[in-house]
T-cell receptor, first 112, second 113 residues
Framework: AQSVTQLDSQVPVFEEAPVELRCNYS??????LFWYVQYPNQGLQLLLK??????LVKGINGFEAEFNKSQTSFHLRKPSVHISDTAEYFC??????????FGTGTSLTVIP | DAGVIQSPRHEVTEMGQEVTLRCKPI?????LFWYRQTMMRGLELLIY????????DSGMPEDRFSAKMPNASFSTLKIQPSEPRDSAVYFC???????????FGQGTRLTVV
């Protein structure tokens, strides 16, 4: 079975500072990895995805993530955050059986 | 494409009433997922369908919950009878089978009083 662990439930960061949101997963098979963002009262929106190939993937809004197979991690980073990045961020795994498994989310708060 | 469409966006109902949530997936997608989101439990997978067939309903909390997908363009999640603890945001998502992402609807905020 797969599981996804987001190590930080809340991350406060000052505007224009860098941020890293951590995600680890457990799986005995190859998986596909995703980061989603959820703004208040909205659905989840895809930020980026790793399916295969280069382990560094770039997404929308200046976010990027690096897949590390040996550490089973898929951490999300942004070099300089904006107020508009304040939102909930979800890491997700999709296994070959087609199911998606989501982490519990990380609430990012950007402080002016 | 208009994306995944859910209705209603908000639903307030009294305990004991039947509630039906609706979802129209993206055209061409062959997988459909129902999730429930609460502060306490986060995002929970309730059930998912492949090609209109329920594959895994182990996340459905009780027999009060049922889901159907009569065709490729429509799914319903029904709660009968509803209880206050069912209050949550319910999301529908659709995707293609395989290495691709899921697309989420805007959700239905259900309040049972």
């Amino acid at each position: 079975a797969q599981s996804v662990t987001q190590l930080d439930s809340q991350v406060p960061v000052f505007e224009e500072a860098p941020v890293e949101l951590r995600c680890n997963y457990s799986s005995s098979v190859s998986v596909y990895l995703f980061w989603y963002v959820q703004y208040p009262n909205q659905g989840l929106q895809l930020l980026l995805k790793y399916l295969s190939g280069s382990t560094l993937v770039k997404g929308i809004n200046g976010f990027e993530a690096e897949f590390n197979k040996s550490q089973t991690s898929f951490h999300l980073r942004k070099p300089s955050v904006h107020i508009s990045d304040t939102a909930e961020y979800f890491c997700a795994v999709r296994n070959p059986g087609n199911q998606f498994y989501f982490g519990t989310g990380t609430s990012l708060t950007v402080i002016p | 494409d208009a994306g995944v469409i859910q209705s209603p966006r908000h639903e307030v109902t009294e305990m004991g009433q039947e509630v039906t949530l609706r979802c129209k997936p993206i055209s061409g997608h062959n997988s459909l997922f129902w999730y429930r989101q609460t502060m306490m439990r986060g995002l929970e997978l309730l059930i998912y369908f492949n090609n209109n067939v329920p594959i895994d309903d182990s996340g459905m909390p009780e027999d009060r919950f049922s889901a159907k997908m009569p065709n490729a363009s429509f799914s319903t999640l029904k709660i009968q009878p509803s209880e206050p603890r069912d209050s949550a945001v319910y999301f529908c998502a659709s995707s293609l089978v395989g290495p691709t992402e899921a697309f989420f609807g805007q959700g239905t905020r259900l309040t049972v009083v």
